[in-house]
């Protein structure tokens, strides 16, 4: 069973190593020569590319539309902003010289110092300054909005300590940027789009979210109101997944971005900001996956059944070839991703260890027996189940294992999630359920200080004030003030 | 007839003029606030992201696969391969820093000197270095080739002189880089990316080319051959619009890449790399439009069809809407994608001289009367004929309509190349010629000296030596030595 390939860290021995081995050993990506930069390698691109196509439907289904920005942001324009600066500025990627020359010793290049930008340039943390002072010039009335754009793009936030997918210097990413004549009409907006991440989250990727908004402290440097979806680990810390952003006048004002109303009056702007990243990827990754690898969703996995046949000479494998032709285009016309792997360069242990480290939903195999009996040994990834069944029929059959096994990953996530999330009421009790991990929901007075104390005493964050669930007032467990009702903590991503 | 969107200058006035005012005009794209970056507009950015999902199918469909590459490469990688150097390490964007601070004075953030790199990182002008560098993990026996993988990126290049789309600091583009077990392979696939350009420009774009091979002069830094397709634009200037090249073992030995073949023998691996841009736009741009706006081939308009109703009164417009929407729908099941646009805020004639302006292939008018005749008016944009149809049937009709505007636009640019493209004798002759502009077939001795010359005495240079045409062998109309055979010059962009 080409043990070699399967030799994951047990998520109960090393959760962060089981991690760590799982991306690299399932080829979803690696670290590169520059520091906190990685390589996304084909297979986890392919997962990406799936990512990004159903959110651009999703997106232009609202009337987004896409557009792309400068990468390069002058140093001036984050100052515009005050908490922005506070919140972006610091650790970023500073473009000083625009040449190199080569080094007069012969060594190489140097950077010519005759080259120095008058004003240095940033690769984009995010991308608000710099889209603001363009709309300054696609925004003069009432007419002209709302706007309504996206961008797929790289950014860099210099992190000192990186992890593949969860935190990187350079990650990949779509940021949505819009614009409104009105403040309802922008936290329409901006309310549209974390809900269409949470769609997206539970019937994609197969990961309930909690749906809420975030505290002051945790806010997006810049936002008048952050939303978030959190979802859950399976080692009890939760990671923010998407966050969308109520940017009020803010930006408009910081770049006198001003509009005439229809009663001929110059008004602010209203803004919103959203995005989702790479880090999805880490989501999806630590999730659903277990021991033998990658459990992915169907409806995201790149290659959703493997096909691979177990032949003892040539004229078995052509009769195999020929009655698995059939079943894969049947497959495929019913917008199934099929792969058939006879390579004859891999054992099928082989294979059948890799695909089951890749996540492939439904694996088929057809041996000479089966070819005898005209049936096929069905394999579902998500319980590792096995079963034989006639070939008659099995295409609908796949079609709707794929369902289930979406559905029943997601049910999985969900009830892990639900049996991690505990209300408590003194902050013993929430010490206590910290440590064991989870949401913990909890009163809390609402103020910075409360929630800075918490976080140094039991490094906690406030994840979200949630949107739904039990909106009993209460007084707080650690102040003992007055709470407007509990918020969701826990450690995190 | 709304005048004032169509202010275009004319193409026989200025030329340049005429597109900088088209892609302005037609919300393709704009200068932004840094220099030599632009701004790709929502119209702009829908029309590559339709050359993108094309040529990302057709990639594909050849066994290619996506994966993506940090943005920026550590500065000595540039100096590992020396042609490579030369060409790309001079003009480039430099990291120096990684962290601002607040200014003592208070008046915004400066760099923090504290915050040094130890070796300068690089803005991606081309990723062969970085890739390489990571390929050498990647490849060690026979079994690990080929890799055939593309990247979808932004790079940056630190023009002096720049035109949007044409020429930008940062453009987007893919990059395509395959490593391979033997020259035959990589040759192999070096012409099947050329040739799989060359299809997609006229396929898709409508545009003809001229596919042959780059002189030694006009390689890509790093290759041992460049090949390359030639476009015509309508003011007699070529556009190199995409290249291929086969760049012999020359990054393999760089950085060490090297595989144990089936003998077990160590041998370095071969490479291509092949790439389009944002260039493309420009050539799309170029090749068809005329003094009214853009003519989009209708195979990448984002709208292939514009119906805008005309009436005197909410009634009317109601009835109309009733029949449009029965004909848009069965054009959209047919694949097309329609825009009715029946908006109150503009007059029809602003419509009309706006789709124009932006190249929307069909214009369908329906007015009072078409509605009691069961009509519609048909215009098509390349040729600007109207027509009035009944509306039986008009769903096929505009079907058949589109692939004849496509087919259209094609001949049309390829009449114009071919009056366009003259053989001369003479040096005399082909400096005449050169000055009426077009694509110029003459002999030349194969000398980088004799190039040169030509270069600085005429402004132009040799496009390729082409795949086909005559291949009769002559005299240098320079140097009167032997010429294998006429090659073809031009003023480029």
Known sequence: MAKELKELTKRSENYSQWYNDLVLKADLAEQSAVRGCMVIKPYGYAIWEKIQRQLDDMFKATG???????????????????????????????????????????????????????????????????????????????????????????????????????????????????????????????????????????????????????????????????????????????????????????????????YVDKENNMQYVWATSWGVSTRLMGALIMAHSDDNGLVLPPKLAPIQVVIVPIYKNEEQLKAIDAKVEGIAAKLRSMGVSVKYDNADNKRPGFKFADYELKGVPVRLVMGGRDLENNTMEVMRRDTLEKETRSCEGIEEYVVSLLDEIQENIYQKALNYRNEHTVAVDTYEEFKAQIEKGGFVLAHWDGTPETEERIKEETKATIRCIPFEGDTTPGVCMVTGKPSARRVLFARAY
């Not at 390069?72 to 190199?100: M, N, Q, W």
């Not at 949505?176 to 549209?192: F, N, S, V």
């Not at 989250?201 to 810049?222: C, D, H, I, L, T």
Request: overall charge negative.
């Open 64 to 258: 987004v539309v896409n557009a792309y920005f400068p990468l390069l942001i002058p140093k001036s324009y984050l100052s515009r902003e005050a908490d922005h600066v506070e919140g972006f500025a610091k650790e970023c990627a500073v473009v000083t010289h625009y040449r190199l020359k080569n080094a007069e010793d012969g060594s190489g290049v140097v950077v010519d110092p005759a080259a120095r930008l008058e004003e240095e340039l940033i690769i984009r943390p995010t991308s608000e300054t710099i889209i603001w002072s363009t709309y300054k010039n696609w925004i003069h009335s009432y007419r002209d909005l709302p706007i309504l754009c996206n961008q797929w793009a790289n950014v860099m936030r210099w992190e000192m300590r990186t992890r593949l997918f969860l935190r990187t210097a350079e990650f990949l990413w779509q940021e949505g940027h819009t614009a409104h004549a009105t403040r309802e009409e922008a936290e329409e907006e901006a309310m549209r789009m974390i809900n269409l991440y949470g769609d997206f989250a539970e019937k994609y990727m197969a990961v309930p979210v909690v749906k809420g908004v975030k505290s002051a402290n945790e806010r997006f440097a810049g936002a008048l109101d952050t939303y978030t979806i959190e979802a859950l680990m399976q080692d009890g810390k939760a990671l923010q997944s998407g966050t969308s952003h109520f940017l009020g006048q803010n930006f408009a004002k910081a770049f006198d971005v001003q």
